[in-house]
């Protein structure tokens, strides 16, 4: 199985629009996203499904992976590319053990070394820390350091996700301590030009030196 791919990671809004997802998602694929996490925290099953199995095919025609946030029975059904558990939303061997092998498991550690690698040992193919700035989608988020980055990368052997209030500006600076994925939803979705502003985030990996 391939590892994780290393980029921008977008987390898509919630809405009940699914017209307009789709097209706010493909423009961030067509804009060079490297994979895409549904998120919807609404208590519409029905709309959840239809996204998720939508958003499935639509990143599958752009090579990109769909995880699912926080919902494995939903990522199962809908033939996503894996799911993403927060530290209450279920075992990570469970849904190995349910996704398979060739499905990818992410797991939020907020702002805890131990918890990556406790992830990492339970079979995680990437771990998220987060949030590193003021984040809109959730302002009350505890903030991870920068230094938790740098001493993330030599103890971790798979992908790091940083996550929260992430913009071109500050960006840089999370790919410098360590970062190889960057989740980012309002930089993204809110911007006048969902496309353009994919592409200009994409492009500090494509000025990232070879390791």
Same mark, same amino acid.
């Given at each position: 199985?391939?590892?994780?791919?290393?980029?921008?990671?977008?987390?898509?809004?919630?809405?009940?629009?699914?017209?307009?997802?789709?097209?706010?998602?493909?423009?961030?694929?067509?804009?060079?996203?490297?994979?895409?996490?549904?998120?919807?925290?609404?208590?519409?099953?029905?709309?959840?499904?239809?996204?998720?199995?939508?958003?499935?095919?639509?990143?599958?025609?752009?090579?990109?992976?769909?995880?699912?946030?926080?919902?494995?029975?939903?990522?199962?059904?809908?033939?996503?590319?894996?799911?993403?558990?927060?530290?209450?939303?279920?075992?990570?061997?469970?849904?190995?053990?349910?996704?398979?092998?060739?499905?990818? !498991?992410? /797991?939020?550690?907020?702002?805890? +070394?131990?918890? *990556?690698?406790?992830?990492?040992? &339970? =079979? #995680? %193919?990437?771990? @998220?820390?987060?949030?590193?700035?003021?984040?809109?989608?959730?302002?009350?988020?505890?903030?991870?350091?920068?230094?938790?980055?740098?001493?993330?990368?030599?103890?971790?052997?798979?992908? !790091?996700? /940083?996550?929260?209030?992430?913009? +071109?500006?500050? *960006?840089?600076?999370?790919?410098? &301590? =360590? #970062? %190889?994925?960057? @989740?980012?939803?309002?930089?993204?979705?809110?911007?006048?030009?969902?496309?353009?502003?994919?592409?200009?985030?994409?492009?500090?990996?494509?000025?990232?030196?070879?390791?």
């Amino acid at each position: 199985m391939p590892d994780f791919p290393g980029g921008v990671y977008a987390i898509t809004p919630e809405t009940a629009d699914t017209e307009n997802l789709l097209a706010q998602v493909e423009a961030a694929l067509a804009g060079g996203v490297a994979a895409v996490q549904y998120r919807d925290k609404s208590a519409d099953v029905a709309r959840r499904h239809e996204q998720a199995s939508e958003l499935a095919a639509l990143c599958r025609r752009y090579g990109a992976p769909l995880i699912v946030n926080d919902d494995l029975r939903l990522a199962d059904l809908t033939g996503a590319d894996g799911v993403h558990l927060g530290r209450d939303d279920g075992s990570l061997r469970e849904a190995r053990i349910i996704l398979g092998p060739g499905k990818f !498991i992410g /797991a939020s550690c907020y702002q805890s +070394l131990d918890l *990556a690698l406790a992830a990492q040992a &339970a =079979g #995680a %193919d990437y771990v @998220a820390f987060g949030s590193f700035f003021a984040s809109p989608t959730k302002p009350a988020a505890p903030r991870a350091s920068l230094d938790l980055l740098r001493a993330a990368g030599p103890a971790l052997r798979v992908p !790091i996700v /940083a996550i929260g209030g992430i913009t +071109l500006a500050n *960006a840089p600076s999370l790919l410098d &301590a =360590g #970062a %190889d994925c960057l @989740a980012v939803l309002s930089a993204l979705f809110d911007a006048a030009d969902i496309r353009a502003a994919a592409h200009d985030l994409n492009q500090l990996f494509a000025t990232e030196p070879e390791q």
